[in-house]
C-alpha cells in the first residue's frame, strides 16, 4: 500500500521547486532586458558574418585600371637609365629626334664592364683609351629606357659589320619596333621588325641631358684629376 503525501509535503516539494536563487533571479533579468532591447533595435546584436552578407559590393567601382598610377595621382620617377645594348629576346624603339643622340668620346672598362662619358677637358691627353660613340635614346615594350652606344666610323672612314648594322637597326627602330640579335657566324647583329601593331612608346618628360645625367650618374669624368685617369696614368 502506497503512502499518500500529506498535505504539508506537497507544500514543502512546491516550494523547492519554485525557490530562485539570487544569481538566478539577476541571470534571469538580465536575459529578459536582452530580449526587450533586441526587439527594440533587430539588427543590433547582428554578427558580423550577417552584416557582410547584405553588403552589396559594387565590383566595377573597386577594381583597378591599368592607368590607376595616373588616377589617384602618382607620378613615376626616373632613377635609373642603364648604358647597355638591347637584349636580343625585346624589341625596342629609338626616339627619332636628333636632339636625344649625341655623337661623344666613351672611355670603356673592360674588366670592370663600366662605361664612362668623357668631358672635352679630358679629351686631349687620352684619345687613345677613348672611343668615338653615338648615344641613342631606346626604350622597350616594357617600358623601360636605356642609352645605346653604338660605335662610330674611324678616320678612315670604316666601320665593322658589328657596328655598321647595329646603326642600321637603330635606323630601322626610329620608325618600328624592332629586335636585335647578334649572330656569330653572320659576323653582324640581325633585325627583325614586329609582326604585331604595338603602340607607340610613351616617352619620358625629360630631355636628353636629363636623361644623360641619370645614366652616367657616378660615371662622369670631368678631370684629369678622376680617379680612373689617375689609375691609367699608374698614380694610384
Known sequence: MTDEPTDKGREDKSQRETAITPDENIDQGDEAESKTKAMDDPGKDESPASKNSEFDLDLDRLRISQDFASTVGVKKLLTTVPVRKPNRQEFIRVHPSNA????TFLLELKEEREIYLVGPQVWSGFLDELTPKTLFTTMNRQ????????????????????NESALIAAEKAMKGWVRVASNPHLGAYEVFLAPGDFPEPEWPELSFREILSIAFRGRYIDSADHPVIRRLRGEI
Open 100 to 103: 636625344y643622340r649625341l655623337q
Open 143 to 162: 617600358g623601360v629606357l636605356t642609352v645605346w652606344p653604338i660605335k662610330l666610323p674611324g678616320e678612315d672612314g670604316r666601320l665593322d659589320t658589328w
